[in-house]
């Protein structure tokens, strides 16, 4: 249709065998040691992907376990992390990484020593991401 078949299979096939070998390594991963993700919506963060839900596929694909998968499945769900003990936290929100920290520092959120490490990607004003900042 576009006149790309050549280089349409070229991208298939290197996106086949990426999957593959990213396939291979999650298999010599024991299902325990695979981390534990909660992604936080919203400026609270507390707005998730449940499981089967098109946010999270990407969490399966590489291994990892959404935490929110026993609040049910499909669409998002407004949820509270205190019944969760992820190892990581992705989010969006500035604010909800921000706030995250100042909360988890005293009273509340989590269990203390629980979360290892909180990831947001970054957009630049013109749309592009650079690297995701982590704290933790």
Partial sequence: MLGEKDNAEKLAS?????IGRLD???AGIPANERPRVYYG????GLETGLASSINMEVLA????TNVAETAGSGGLANVSLEDWNPDVILT???TFQRAFWRIRRGPGLLPSGTTKSIVRRQTRSDGSTRRPESTG
């Fill in 14 to 18: 290197y996106a086949e065998a990426a």
């Fill in 24 to 26: 291979a390594v999650i």
């Fill in 41 to 44: 919506r919203g400026p609270n």
């Fill in 61 to 64: 694909a590489v291994g990892a």
């Fill in 92 to 94: 969006l929100d500035n």
